[in-house]
């Protein structure tokens, strides 16, 4: 019997100053710091569904961030707090049908042979927003990351904030 393979194609690696392991796991709402959520509060008024998870990363020290899992206007989101609650970056999920026009073809043009099936609108604590974009071909899988004029990063014009975690659980 054979196993079926699947492989992860990166247009740009992942910075390999980022964690080298995180742990994921749900709290609730009563163990978020209370500063925390009133940052989120004042940040998202119109969120619902809000579920608060803790994650801590481990690289040469380690880190905590709260991370909020709501929806938005219809769309699946995160935000990610530092321990003392600065905001560090919140991300928008959408389908490919969503993904704004000039990023779905930037993606389709340097590897047309790949199908866009979803991407992120990723917008860092500096306030300048980025995009994700999740490709396949069969069982290989493709990230990419722009600006949003859809302009590819390469891995050193890519803001850490970006790359980091990217793996982190939907």
Do not use: C
């Amino acid at each position: 019997m054979l196993a079926a393979a699947s492989s992860i194609i990166y247009a740009q690696p992942a910075n390999p100053k980022g964690p080298q392991s995180i742990n994921f796991e749900k709290i609730d709402t009563s163990n978020v710091p209370s500063h925390i959520k009133a940052k989120f509060e004042s940040t998202f008024e119109g969120a619902t569904a809000v579920r608060w998870e803790k994650h801590t990363m481990q690289s040469n020290k380690e880190y905590l961030r709260y991370v909020a899992v709501f929806t938005e206007g219809g769309v699946r989101s995160r935000a990610r707090y530092a321990e003392d609650g600065t905001p560090l970056s919140s991300s928008k999920y959408y389908g490919a049908i969503k993904l704004p026009e000039p990023i779905k073809v930037a993606a389709k043009k340097k590897y047309p042979d790949f199908n866009v099936v979803s991407g992120e609108e990723i917008t860092l604590k500096n306030g300048k927003s980025y995009y994700r974009v999740r490709s396949r071909k069969g069982a290989a899988k493709m990230i990419q990351y722009f600006d949003v004029d859809g302009n590819e990063l390469s891995k050193e014009k890519a803001p850490a904030g970006l790359i980091d975690g990217e793996e982190e659980g939907n």
